[in-house]
Nanobody
Framework: QVQLVESGGGLVQAGGFLRLSCAAS????????MGWFRQAPGKEREFVAA????????YYADSVKGRFTISRDNAKNTVYLQMNSLKPEDTAVYYC?????????????????WGQGTQVTVSS
């Protein structure tokens, strides 16, 4: 069983930044890819970023490329999402998730454990 707990969300003005963290339980964290997804009100969940098991490979949605950075610290069982130059359209609940394999995944059905989410609100 894996538990994921996100933190770091909040209210920020457009152009600002936030750093989300996702703490994972279990010793298997370092063996799997991790991802961030988000869901805005009235919209479907969408992929944001993913990172491979060792952190050597990352992948981003076009909408956040160049602004967001995903990273991980396997010694701390934690994955991060640094979000810079935030826009009002980034407002959503952000979820971290554990991939079912060591590599990058962009589809939600590739992920088998999810956190409870953290709210990010960007005001204009």
């Amino acid at each position: 069983q894996v538990q994921l707990v996100e933190s770091g969300g909040g209210l920020v003005q457009a152009g600002g930044f936030l750093r989300l963290s996702c703490a994972a339980s279990g010793r298997i964290f370092s063996s799997y890819g991790m991802g961030w997804f988000r869901q805005a009100p009235g919209k479907e969940r969408e992929f944001v970023a993913a990172i491979s098991w060792g952190g050597g490979s990352t992948y981003y949605a076009d909408s956040v490329k160049g602004r967001f950075t995903i990273s991980r610290d396997n010694a701390k069982n934690t994955v991060y999402l640094q979000m810079n130059s935030l826009k009002p359209e980034d407002t959503a609940v952000y979820y971290c998730a554990k991939d079912s394999n060591p590599f990058l995944g962009v589809r939600g059905d590739e992920y088998d454990y999810w956190g409870q989410g953290t709210q990010v609100t960007v005001s204009s």
